[in-house]
Each structure stands twice: as C-alpha cells, then as structure tokens.
C-alpha cells in the first residue's frame, strides 16, 4: 500500500506545475509531494530570478512538507552559489545537503529519479572538493552533460548557461558569454517566456557590443517577473548599454517598488542605497535630470548616517556592498557628472567606520574638487591622501588574489587621473598627457563591466576634455568616440563630441 501510495505521488508531481507569486512561471516535473509543489516551484522560480534569500525560505518550506524530497534541499543549496557575483557561500551550502544525510554517498540513494540524481551529482562537484574555480568548471561540464541527456528539460538548458557565465573568473569575458548565450537562445525558441532563460540572456548580452541582441530578452522579463525587484532591475543592464536613459530610470524604480514591499513584508526599512538607488542616481544623471539624482544621494546619505551600526567596516570594492561605500559612490558620480563641486554633498562625511573602498571614492572626489577649484595646497594634501588609500586598496585587493583584476587596477586609474589633471594645473602639460594616456591605457585592459563605468571618470571622456581644453580637436574627437562606444549616451561625453562639432 505504500509503494503504491508513493507512486501515485510521483505521478502526480510528475505533472507541470504553475508557479505563482510575480516571479515568473516554472514547470519542473519533480518527485515530492502534493503539498511541496507549490513552495518547490517558487522556490525554483526565485532561484532563477537572484531573489536568494526568498527562495531558500521557500525551498525550506518544502522540505517541510516533504523532508525526504531530495530536490528541496538541492534548491536550497543552490541558492548560496550566485555564479555572476563570483560569491558562494560554501558552508551554509554544505549544511544545506547535510540536512538531507550526512554524506554525499549516503544522499544519492535517497534521491528518486534517475533526472533527480543528475542535478545531485552536479551540485555535490559544486560543493565538492577544490577551489571554487575547479569546482565551477567541473560543475560546468556536469552540467552540460545533464543538458545533453534531457534535452528538453529548459531548466537543465538554463542551469547550463548560467553555469558558464559562472565560469569567467577574470572578469567578462566575450567567448565565454557568448558560448552561455548559444545554450540558452537554443532553448529559448521553445519557452519564449522561462524566466532562468530571459534573466541569463540579459546577463549574456549586457555590454554595448551585444546589449540589442538582449533588447527582447528584457522586455519579456520585466513583464513576467513583476514582483521581482532582481527582474526589474536587470531589464536597466539592456537599457544602460544602450543609451536607453529613461527605461532605466523606469527599470530601477520598479525594482525599488518591488523590494521596498518586500522589505516592508519582512519588517525592515526601505532601500534608499545599494545597487537600485545607485544605477537610478546615475540614469538621472544621464538624463540631466540632477534634482532627482540629488534627492537619490541624500536620501542614501540620510541611511548611511541612521545605521551606521550596519555599515560594512570590512574591506570592500563593491560600492553596493555597505551603506558607507554606496554613499560615497553614489556622492563621488553626483560631484563628477554634474560638476557642482561647492555643493553641500562634499561637506558630508563618511560614517564612521567606513571601510577602505568608501574611503577611496571619497579621497578622489576631494582630490578632484580641490583640483577643479585651483586649491593647489589643498590639492595637494588631498592627492596625498588618495594615494595612500589606493595603496591600501590595491595591497588588500592583490592579497585576495581575485583573477579579475579590475578593482586591483581601479585605484591606480583614479591616483593617476588625479595626478594628470594636477600636472595640467601646474603647467606641465606633457606629464599631464603621459600619465592621462596611462590611465587610458590600464583602462583599456580591464574586462567590460556592465552597467555604470568602473572608472566613475571614464579615462577616454577626461583625455577628450584635456584635449578640447588645449585646442586639440581631432585628439580630442577620437576620445570622445571612444568613450561613447564604451559607455553608449554618456551626457558629457556626448556634450564633449557635440561642442567640437560646433
């Protein structure tokens, strides 16, 4: 009788299954039980859509309904590998499947279907021994074996490609999203609206060579995930690349709609910094529009100074990392994009306990204000300080040793940027140029980011304008194409091009 009753419960969940919520719609025939669907499945869909924390509670809820559903605790730990971030959260992985059996010998019995136990193999090399660079290139190609033997499994298509993009650990790399890209277009032909296949295509395609080719990626994604801030907000990676201001602007907005209720669900605060509010400052930037990229500053500095307590004193890069480091990013594209440098922004200061990141985004825009306003001693003092927090930063970013080199050269870029507008203020013209081309130069090795430059001062617009200043228009011409073939719409370097041209 028991058999038969398991049977019938794997027959039945065998079945698709619509999940609900916003979140975009899943189907993934699976062996729990009836009362497990419903969580498994949004859980599936959440996991597809970033929204982490969501979807380990609902793929908890469905081990709870059905503790011995191996797939539910698969899910879970699947949500501490976030392969486009290059983060993994190896522990809380582990005890994930911990919580299933002890071991991965002993959990593989316990998984039910042959399909089952192909997405188990793949997330035990995942988690399994080596570093994380051996293990996501291992689970790449577990994960494309599985692809090949249940072609029609979209899921298995869309892990496929995400799992590639997860393997470009020196930073974007062209061939590998590329490759990710032909997996996920080939299934996508068949599931116009599977929420892993749009979000990945996105991430795929944002940069502003391929950024058209995801331009319908994003238009379905925001309408299928509505409820999904993540959704939301990547539809603005498309956007951003192409110049397109005021979609990114609606992008963010309904990301931070969609987060402040679930913030406000959860009982916290609403979001005013981090990467929604930064990527909606900077579009209204972009657009001219500097009220409303000054209301999205102060309300961020407002945050960072209420919850200092909750600011990340620790060493980070990643501005969206702390409420410190947004603010100061924030703060520092605010100063550069608007020119405004007696506004009251520059007098604010850092929370207490800002970390080193924080700190160099702020030297800079202090260095950049004193230098822009002729305050020679001051600027001087002020340049002295940037590079001893560069050093700072450039000496904790290479002792952790990351294969993308971007936030190990990006101090760099900006202590020179700062020492070549210096050297242009004293006179020195030719050492102004030498250490600008310099800039330029380590600018050009890094890896295409995605979204808001890397460099807040891209090197190619700041050479075009030392060049427009000395009268040298050609020069100053074929900087200003280049900075907006790297960053598409860019307001000064538009104006820059513009202003020759007249």
């Known amino acids: 009788m028991r058999t038969m009753v398991l049977a019938m419960c794997l027959v039945l969940a065998a079945s698709p299954v619509r999940a609900a919520g916003g979140f975009g719609e899943v189907h993934f025939a699976n062996s729990g039980n009836a009362a497990a669907q419903t969580d498994f499945l949004d859980g599936l869909a959440l996991l597809h859509d970033f929204e982490y924390p969501s979807a380990a509670a609902a793929f908890m809820r469905a081990q709870a309904a059905d503790p011995d559903f191996a797939m539910a605790y698969w899910g879970e730990a699947m949500t501490y590998n976030h392969p486009i971030w290059m983060e993994q959260d190896l522990e809380a992985a582990r005890a994930a499947l911990n919580r299933l059996a002890p071991t ?22 995942l988690y399994g021994e080596g570093t994380k660079e ?48 032909g997996v996920l277009e080939e299934a996508w032909m068949d599931h116009h609206e599977h929420p892993g296949l749009v979000h990945y295509l996105i991430h795929s395609y944002d940069d502003p060579a391929h950024a058209p080719l995801g331009l319908r990626a994003a238009r379905i994604y925001a309408r299928i995930a509505p409820n999904a801030a993540h959704a939301q907000h990547m539809t603005s990676h498309i956007f951003l690349a192409l110049g397109m201001w005021q979609e990114s602007v609606d992008a963010n907005v309904a990301a931070i709609v969609a987060a402040n209720a679930q913030r406000s669900a959860a009982g916290r605060d609403s979001l005013w910094c981090g990467h929604y509010p930064s990527w909606l400052a900077y579009s209204y930037l972009q657009l001219g529009r500097n009220e409303e990229a000054w209301s999205a500053l102060s309300a961020c500095a407002g945050a960072a100074r209420s919850q200092a307590a909750d600011t990340h004193a620790g060493h980070s890069i990643d501005p969206d990392a702390s409420l410190s480091g947004s603010f100061a990013n924030m703060r520092l594209r605010y100063l550069i994009d608007t020119g405004d440098w007696n506004n009251e922004a520059t007098q604010t200061p850092l929370p207490t306990g800002a970390g080193p990141g924080a700190r160099l985004d702020d ?16 600027a001087r003092a002020t340049l002295d300080d940037l590079e001893l927090v560069a050093n700072e930063v450039v000496d904790l970013e290479t002792k952790r040793s990351d294969p993308d080199p971007t936030y190990r050269v990006r101090p760099k870029i900006l202590v020179l940027e700062a020492k070549g507008l210096m050297a242009e203020l004293g006179g020195d013209l030719p050492g102004a140029e030498k250490m600008l081309r310099e800039a330029v130069g380590l600018e050009e090795t890094l890896p295409i980011a995605f979204g808001p430059p890397t460099i807040d001062k891209p090197t190619h617009e700041l050479m075009g304008e030392f060049f427009a200043r000395h009268a040298r228009l050609l020069d100053a011409q074929t900087e200003f194409r280049a900075a907006l073939a790297r960053t598409p719409g860019r307001r000064l370097s538009a104006l820059g091009l513009k202003a020759i041209a007249q």
């Open 134 to 181: 051996e293990r996501d290139l291992r689970y790449e190609r577990a994960m494309a074996r599985l692809h090949e033997r249940y072609p029609d499994d979209v899921d298995a298509a869309a892990f496929h490609g995400l799992s590639i993009l997860g393997t470009a650990h020196a930073g974007r790399d062209i061939a590998t999203y590329m490759r990710a890209a």
């Open 104 to 125: 991965a010998a002993a959990r593989r019995p316990r998984v039910r279907t042959d399909r089952e136990k192909a997405y188990f193999d793949a997330v035990e090399i």
């Open 363 to 378: 030297a800079f825009a202090r260095a950049l204000r004193e230098i822009t306003l002729k305050h020679l001693g001051v």
